[in-house]
């Protein structure tokens, strides 16, 4: 949109919305509230993370601990192996988004400019995979790692995200968008097809690679229970994991502080992405759904 | 037809190259695992491998006529969805609607604000939220303590999680929570794109606020409002971690839902054809929902 059109429509927005009634203000109000109410779990959580066990459980409750104490993060880093489960899910991630690239890529590339036999076929057969749910594969990808006795293994949460149809499914569109022309003009000076994809096609294609790459590194990081079924080790546990076991469910003599301490501390890299790629998130989202 | 088959592969040969990387591991670990796991639902596999045999239907057949807790599942789930959806919905298309004025950095206080649910995900949401309906020492009943509600009504604090009663609103509330950040940002994107002409001329018109959105703003969202919809069911369909960490699925069965019915039975009980068959069945519901996303949304755009 234009910088004048935008002006304008945020002119006649006003324009139409200037005489603001008292119930929109109410309604205002409301809605002022309920974005409170959707980030009070989160405050209390990094505030519980900092509060004495005695203070967490006590009444009334309190809302800005009074006094507070590093204890739980001691334990939480002394105690369990927290880092290591960081250093874990890091790995992990990057692994998926690397391979999800890659595989992405190329698969993209192909299906978007080459032309052969059975391309569509075998473009929709990714696709209505992205259809299935991920538990029906839990039980058969569970047995498949047995017999490669992948168990509290790295691979077993990289490899399966190798094939990463939402990848495949951005990246050929992006390819489709690339005008033929230019493929044309390298091949009459004499590129091959491998100087041509590493020297045109893929510096083009930065920004969707980039958006790729999120996507898939935040599948790696978000797949709980995928991980919770096949690492049993705690120290090749993923972030996530190893925090949930920290509190059993329900709250009984479990350690509140160390659970609190542990959400926090799965929260943290979640937010530094979403705020470093928030931009770039959101676009990603909307332009997905809108088809735009 | 087929004669020119073998030039043309020959020449597309550049394609498969680019291909078999995405290829390899999509046929390992996507399409065998498929294939076995369906194949798994006509065994009665357990844990002993010498022990599996074919046995036909009779996981379905279990499933659907001796099976309490999964028909008990499949209801929750679908109240699950049918409390959550519309709920989400019709809050965020409110709050879109009455924040659409304000200006981007307003908006965005807003879309951040119901995103960060989203961003902590299932596990984090689950712990907080375990802490905070917890019966005696959490946030929940300390507040309403503290306002004098137990008093005034004259009952004993709520066991949020623990009275069969309540279970389900409660992990309600928790999907509710994390449900309102996308569908926010994309009915915030929809309303940009109608063009403010429209309402313009509905209000030379004569049109009331209340009229400019029935005629104008809720048919032009109507794909936005199909799309978040068709994804929202889904997602809520497959709602597991917080049933995992909060409820695990009790008490008695209050909060038991398909997918948590299907990994207790796999990697609990280790009964993993009776596991697979209910794997089918989600894949089967969940498939009809995706398709009916895939074909009327594809007409509307």
């Known amino acids: ?292 | 037809m087929t004669q020119n088959l073998g030039k043309r592969m020959w020449k597309g040969r550049w394609g498969y190259f680019f291909i078999l990387p995405a290829l390899i591991p999509f046929l390992i670990f996507t399409v065998y695992p498929l294939v076995h796991g369906i194949w798994l639902s006509f065994l009665n596999a357990g844990v002993n491998r010498d022990r599996w045999r074919f046995i036909g239907l009779d996981n379905y057949i279990r499933l659907f006529t001796k099976d309490q807790a999964f028909l008990i599942g499949i209801k929750n789930t679908f109240l699950f969805v049918f409390a959550v959806v519309p709920t989400a919905m019709i809050i965020t298309l409110f709050i879109a609607v009455i924040i659409y004025p304000l200006s981007q950095k307003t908006q965005t206080f807003f879309r951040v604000a119901f995103y960060m649910p989203v961003v902590s995900s299932g596990v984090i949401l689950a712990m907080v939220w375990n802490v905070i309906f917890s019966r005696e020492f959490g946030l929940l009943n300390g507040t309403l303590e503290a306002l004098g509600i137990f008093n005034l009504f004259n009952i004993e604090k709520i066991g949020w999680l623990a009275q069969t009663e309540t279970a389900l609103l409660s992990l309600s509330i928790v999907i509710i929570s994390w449900s309102l950040g996308q569908p926010l940002i994309l009915f915030l994107a929809g309303l940009a794109s109608i063009p403010t002409e429209l309402y313009e001329a509905a209000r030379l018109d004569g049109a009331t606020g209340w009229q400019q959105f029935i005629g104008i703003t809720l048919p032009l969202l109507r794909p936005t409002v199909l799309f978040v919809l068709v994804t929202l069911t889904i997602a809520v369909f497959q709602v597991f971690v917080v049933v995992l960490l909060m409820t695990l699925g009790g008490p008695a069965n209050a909060t038991q839902t398909i997918v948590f019915r299907l990994y207790e039975s796999a990697f609990r009980f280790f009964k993993f054809g009776y596991a697979s068959a209910m794997a089918v069945v989600l894949m089967i519901i969940i498939g009809t929902i995706s398709a009916f996303q895939f074909f009327v949304l594809d007409r509307d755009t």
Do not use: H
Request: hydrophobic fraction near 55%; charged fraction near 10%.
């Open chain 1, 1 to 292: 949109m234009s910088a004048i059109n935008r002006a304008n429509q945020i002119q006649s927005r006003r324009k139409l919305f200037s005489k603001r009634s008292p119930l929109w203000y109410l309604a205002l109000g409301l809605c002022i509230l309920l974005a409170i109410l959707s980030l009070v779990p989160l405050y209390w959580m990094i505030i519980g993370s900092f509060k004495l066990e005695k203070v967490a459980i006590g009444y009334p409750p309190e809302w800005f601990p009074r006094e507070p104490t590093l204890e739980n993060w001691r334990n939480l880093i002394n105690g369990r192996p927290s880092l290591r489960w960081m250093f874990n899910s890091f790995v992990v991630s990057s692994g998926v988004a690397i391979g999800a690239v890659f595989t992405s890529v190329t698969a993209g590339y192909a299906f978007g400019k080459k032309v052969f036999p059975g391309r569509d076929l075998l473009f929709w057969m990714f696709l209505i995979t992205m259809m299935v749910p991920r538990q029906a594969f839990l039980v058969p990808m569970f047995i498949l790692m047995r017999n490669l006795n992948w168990f509290d293994s790295y691979q077993a949460m990289i490899v399966p995200y190798l094939a990463y149809p939402f990848g495949i499914f951005l990246i050929r569109q992006y390819m489709r968008s690339l005008p033929d022309e230019l493929v044309q003009a390298a091949t009459v000076d004499g590129a091959n097809e491998l100087q041509l994809f590493w020297n045109i096609i893929l510096p083009l294609s930065k920004p969707v690679i980039g958006a790729v790459a999120i996507f898939a590194f935040m599948a790696g990081w978000n797949d709980y229970v995928w991980q919770l079924v096949i690492i049993n080790n705690q120290n090749m546990m993923t972030l996530p994991v190893g925090v949930s076991k920290l509190a059993a469910s329900g709250v009984g003599s479990a350690d509140i502080g160390l659970g609190m301490a542990g959400a926090t501390l799965a929260f943290i890299p979640m937010i530094l992405i979403f705020m470093l790629f928030q931009r770039a998130f959101i676009k990603g989202i909307t332009v997905g759904s809108l088809k735009g």
